[in-house]
């Protein structure tokens, strides 16, 4: 398998925006580490031996439950421990493990940030494949400025998966990615920008970046914790129109 290239990101905080609760929550992370670049076709087909067109381009078409799979394959490639559990397409993620992952929101946002408050690291244009150049699928990873971090791609090319549930009170298991896409305007490629969808859902835009770092209290980690997913995921009332029903 080609190298799974990972940056070492220092401790830091970071400040995360959600539009719908109009709150802003401040987050202390830990050292992590992350992908230099998304995951690329080339790696996706080593560790999954599936087939590949385009080694260099980001892996895409990609569900969040097939990203988790892919961490936890990469792991025992590389004789890591697993850091995702499976009980059907239930999901858990055990924080005390050192494999590859899928980085936390909070992660991604201050990965990506590199040091800016602004909604781009550099010149959208210098730093992201979007709708502005015109092409009609994912570039070859690197193509693009990287940011103070010495990462590429975190903006445009493709959505990268995170960990995080999107709002679960409004639309259940719906996990985050981050980024933009190639097919995205300026508005959609920005820091800050959440969109999500559910563990089955792919698009030819959306594919992931790893990360890795461990932690040492269960079940939280990196601005995420599953007590706050059960807290959000509260609704009293009837559900507001257009929302998407919760699971029984």
Same mark, same amino acid.
């Given at each position: 398998?080609?190298?799974?290239?990972?940056?070492?990101?220092?401790?830091?905080?970071?400040?995360?925006?959600?539009?719908?609760?109009?709150?802003?929550?401040?987050?202390?992370?830990?050292?992590?580490?992350?992908?230099?670049?998304?995951?690329?076709?080339?790696?996706?087909?080593?560790?999954?031996?599936?087939?590949?067109?385009?080694?260099?381009?980001?892996?895409?078409?990609?569900?969040?439950?097939?990203?988790?799979?892919?961490?936890?394959?990469?792991?025992?490639?590389?004789?890591?421990?697993?850091?995702?559990?499976?009980?059907?397409?239930?999901?858990?993620?055990?924080?005390?493990?050192?494999?590859?992952?899928?980085?936390?929101?909070?992660?991604?946002?201050?990965?990506?940030?590199?040091?800016?408050?602004?909604?781009?690291?550099?010149?959208?244009?210098? $730093?992201?494949?979007? =709708? !502005?150049? @015109?092409?009609?699928?994912?570039?070859?990873?690197? #193509?693009? +400025? %990287?940011?103070?971090?010495?990462?590429?791609?975190?903006?445009?090319?493709?959505?990268?998966?995170?960990?995080?549930?999107?709002?679960?009170?409004?639309?259940?298991?719906?996990?985050?990615?981050?980024?933009?896409?190639?097919?995205?305007?300026?508005?959609?490629?920005?820091?800050?920008?959440?969109?999500?969808?559910?563990?089955?859902?792919?698009?030819?835009?959306?594919?992931?970046?790893?990360?890795?770092?461990?932690?040492?209290?269960?079940?939280? $980690?990196?601005?995420? =914790? !599953?007590? @706050?997913?059960?807290?959000?995921?509260?609704?009293? #009332?009837? +559900? %507001?129109?257009?929302?998407?029903?919760?699971?029984?």
């Amino acid at each position: 398998m080609s190298d799974l290239e990972l940056a070492r990101i220092h401790a830091g905080v970071v400040t995360l925006t959600d539009a719908r609760r109009k709150e802003h929550r401040v987050v202390e992370l830990e050292p992590f580490e992350i992908g230099v670049y998304p995951v690329t076709e080339e790696q996706l087909a080593d560790v999954l031996d599936v087939p590949m067109r385009h080694p260099r381009r980001p892996a895409s078409d990609l569900s969040w439950l097939r990203a988790v799979h892919f961490c936890n394959a990469a792991s025992e490639w590389e004789g890591l421990d697993r850091v995702y559990l499976f009980d059907g397409e239930d999901v858990s993620w055990d924080t005390t493990a050192d494999g590859y992952r899928l980085p936390t929101e909070a992660e991604w946002e201050f990965a990506c940030r590199a040091g800016s408050a602004g909604p781009h690291y550099a010149p959208l244009a210098d $730093a992201a494949w979007t =709708s !502005a150049d @015109g092409v009609p699928t994912p570039q070859d990873v690197g #193509g693009k +400025l %990287p940011n103070l971090n010495g990462l590429f791609d975190t903006l445009g090319n493709v959505w990268e998966w995170c960990w995080d549930l999107l709002d679960p009170a409004r639309y259940d298991d719906y996990r985050v990615f981050r980024g933009g896409g190639f097919a995205d305007d300026a508005w959609s490629v920005r820091a800050s920008v959440r969109r999500g969808g559910a563990p089955r859902m792919h698009h030819e835009d959306v594919g992931l970046r790893l990360a890795r770092g461990a932690f040492d209290i269960p079940g939280e $980690a990196q601005g995420w =914790s !599953a007590q @706050g997913d059960r807290e959000r995921a509260v609704q009293d #009332g009837p +559900l %507001p129109s257009g929302w998407t029903p919760r699971r029984q």
